[in-house]
């Protein structure tokens, strides 16, 4: 196993352990459930929302086999991206597909125990009378996006960057 792999592999473990970590405090400790929404600053609040589809609620579904249909479609996403990982040739890319790979699988543990997605991070602002809302998300949410921004990074400027003399 080579060093970027490795890197990989533990970008992977840590952003499952946070995510999960994150919705089991929320949902049993902090009992966010009971609690309803609480205004952490002016422009954030933890609020709790099931997502039953997919990256910012499409493809919804409520029916087990919906719900079926996605985990083997994420089951099939990470296997494919743990051999890209495999093969990186970069510690950049396996530790963006390490991010990514482990986003999934907290996204994907909570389809299977509780038939959705549990989200919880909003962010909004007020202006001129209006709110504006981003949408609701998680930390394996977060973990997703960066780890696709560390790929384009190392598509894009890191194999440059590389190769400068």
Known sequence: ?????????IAAVAALIA???SK???????????????????????????NTGISYGWFQT?????????????AAAV???AVWMARSQTRMAAIGLGLIIGGAIGNAIDR??????????????QYAGQTY??????IADV??????????????????AAKAP
């Open 112 to 125: 299977f125990a509780y038939g959705a997605v549990m989200d919880f991070a909003l962010f909004h602002l």
């Open 24 to 50: 089991l405090w929320l949902l049993f400790a902090f009992d966010i459930g009971r609690r309803g929404a609480v205004r952490v600053t002016p422009f954030f609040d933890l609020v709790l929302a099931w």
């Open 133 to 138: 809302s981003w949408y609701i998300f998680n």
């Open 62 to 74: 409520d029916s087990p086999a919906g719900a079926a249909i996605l985990l083997v479609i994420k």
């Open 143 to 160: 973990a997703i996006v960066v780890g696709v921004i560390a790929l384009l990074y190392d598509s894009f400027i890191g194999t440059s």
């Open 19 to 21: 995510d999960q970590a």
């Open 79 to 81: 296997v494919l991206l």
């Open 1 to 9: 196993m080579t060093p970027a792999v490795r890197s990989g592999i």
